[in-house]
C-alpha cells in the first residue's frame, strides 16, 4: 500500500525516518550560495527548480550524503529541487519558518518511499 503524505505520521515507522533524515541533513546554504556565487557550482547543477514554467524559490540547502542512483532516481521523480555535481548532493527547501520534519523531511520520506508497504 502507498503512503500519501497526509498519513505518513501514523506509520510506525515514521519516527525512525524523520530521526535519520535530521542526522544526514546539514544546512549548508550559505556555502551553496557562495559557491554559485565564485560559478564553483554551476546553476545548470540545480535540477526540479521549476514548476508550471515557474522558478521555486529556496530558501534553504542542505547537503545530503547519500548520492546513488536510487535517490537521484527518486528525486527526479518528484518535485523537490535539488544540487548535483561532482561535490555532492545538495536538497532545496521551498519552504520556510517551521520545524524540518514539517515539510521537506515528509517530501523526502515520501519521495524515497521509505513508508510504502
Known amino acids: 500500500m502507498k503512503t500519501t503524505k497526509r498519513d505518513i505520521t501514523e506509520h510506525k515507522d515514521y519516527k525512525f525516518c524523520v530521526e535519520r533524515l535530521e ?6 546554504t550559505k556555502l ?8 564553483i557550482f554551476e546553476y545548470s547543477d540545480i535540477y526540479n527548480e521549476y514548476e508550471d514554467g515557474e522558478q521555486k524559490e529556496i530558501f534553504q540547502w542542505l ?33 520556510f519558518g517551521q520545524a524540518w520534519e514539517y515539510d521537506i523531511i515528509r517530501d523526502l520520506i515520501h519521495a524515497f518511499g521509505w513508508l510504502d508497504n
Open 23 to 28: 542526522k544526514e541533513l546539514a544546512n549548508q
Open 32 to 39: 551553496v550560495a557562495y559557491l554559485l556565487g565564485k560559478y
Open 63 to 95: 547537503h545530503y550524503p547519500d548520492t546513488s542512483d536510487y535517490v537521484l532516481e527518486k528525486l527526479n521523480e518528484s518535485d523537490i529541487p535539488y544540487i548535483k555535481n561532482n561535490y555532492g548532493l545538495w536538497i532545496g527547501r521551498t519552504s
